[in-house]
Structure formats: C-alpha cells, structure tokens
C-alpha cells in the first residue's frame, strides 16, 4: 500500500476524551449567558438565536423569549444536541476562552513529534471530526505544544456526513483527490473504522485509557505504535 494521506479523529484518538467534556463544554455553559448578552449585535449571535427559536417552533409549536432561548441552549449542552445554532455560539466562546488563555487544549504527549516525523516523511494529514471546522482550528491552533495547525492540509467536519457513513469517506476522497488506498484513517470508534474500511480505507484502532478494543481491528496504544505499524508494512 502506497501509504500517502492520514486522516484523524480527535476526540480519544489525539485528545483525551474529558478535555471536552470536562472542560470545553463546562465552560460553554457558564459563558454563555453573558457571551450572549454581550454580543447582542453579533450576526453570528443574533442567526444562532433565530435558528434556536426556528426549531423550538418546528418541534414543540413554542414561542421562546430571549430567557427561554438561552435556557434551551443550556439544554441542548447539556444533552450533547449538535444543533448547528449551538456549534455556532460554542465556537465564538471557546475561541474568547482560547484567546484570553482561560484554557489550552489537552493533546496526548505523543502526537505532535510523531505528526511531525509523518509530516517531515511527505506524508499529509487531516483532520475528521464532529465538532466544527472552526472549533478544530481553535484545539490545534492552542495546544500546550504550540500552534499545530501547519500540520494538517484538511480539516473536515460534518459537513462531509456523519462519522458512521460510507458515504462521507466517500465525499473525503474525492475532496483529497487520492485512491482509498493511499489513505489511513485513525479513530477510537470502531463504527468509523468500519465505515471508512467499507470504502476501501486502511484503518487502526486507536487504545487510549478508556477505549476497549474492539474485534477485528488492528489496534494500537498510541501513534508510536501506529508509526511501527506502517513502518512494517510492506509497501
Ligand atoms: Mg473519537
């Protein structure tokens, strides 16, 4: 296999999985009161409230006030709803968290030297993830190893289809203009792994703390691991 892209997942493949949920999503909630308020003008705010608004009305015939959107926002954090509208507001706060040093983003030890040496090798990387394009740029751009962000030459998001579907490694491909073959493709979940093998992807497994291995997938502890994998490969 002439290896020359690799795709990776984020969340419990380079990111612990509670960095998001123990501090990413927290933090969203306790800002987003206030972040609201403050930026009433913002375009971004005032479409992400409308949409919010547009979808009380479709699903439950309500009328909600500006108190009453907020609130069910909050609960759309609290029950993981990837609505768009919240994916939205999510991004302006966290990139206000990032930019005044509130957090930086937790990426195992491992992953930037072994991206470099990938990197340096004339391999390419990308990103597939279901947070947002934007909220990707933000975790790579402030990590506590710098600015990652020139290692990746794409990042996709749902946009591309859920995680789950053939089809969106399908829409991937033909994005990166490269065979099935030429690509590797990196995650925790083993019903991506599957999705993206079904295509004709070469996948692994990754076993970080907390992650079971799942049967019939190569697996691999971290990317030093993954790295000795490709390595005896034959080519
Ligand atoms: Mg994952």
Redesign the pocket.
């Known amino acids: 296999m002439p290896l020359r892209y690799i795709l990776l997942?984020?969340?419990?493949?380079v990111s612990p999985?509670p960095f998001v949920h123990k501090v990413l999503f927290p933090y969203s909630r306790r800002r987003l009161k206030d972040f609201v308020q403050s930026h009433a003008g913002d375009p971004t705010v005032q479409s992400s409230l409308s949409a919010t608004q547009a979808t009380a009305l479709a699903e439950d015939q309500q009328v909600l006030t500006a108190d009453e959107t907020i609130d069910r926002l909050l609960h759309w954090i609290d029950t993981d709803r990837k609505h768009p509208a919240l994916k939205a507001l999510q991004g302006l706060i966290w990139r206000e968290g990032y930019e005044s040093g509130e957090f930086t983003s937790d990426i195992y030890a491992d992953v930037y030297p072994v991206l470099a040496a990938w990197k340096e090798r004339g391999l390419q990387l990308g990103i597939y993830?279901?947070g947002s394009v934007q909220a990707q740029l933000l975790l790579f751009k402030y990590t506590d190893r710098g600015d990652m962000t020139p290692l990746f030459s794409h990042h996709f998001d749902t946009a591309m289809g859920g995680?789950r579907e053939a089809g969106a490694y399908n829409r991937i491909l033909a994005q990166i203009g490269l065979a099935a073959s030429d690509v590797l493709f990196l995650?925790?979940?083993a019903a991506?792994l599957e999705a993206a093998a079904a295509v004709g992807i070469e996948t692994i497994q990754?076993v970080r703390p907390g992650t079971s291995a799942a049967p019939g997938q190569r697996t691999a502890a971290d990317l030093d691991a993954v790295d000795k994998l490709i390595l005896s490969q034959p080519c």
């Open positions: 997942d984020i969340e419990g493949t999985i993830s279901s995680k995650s925790d979940i991506e990754l």
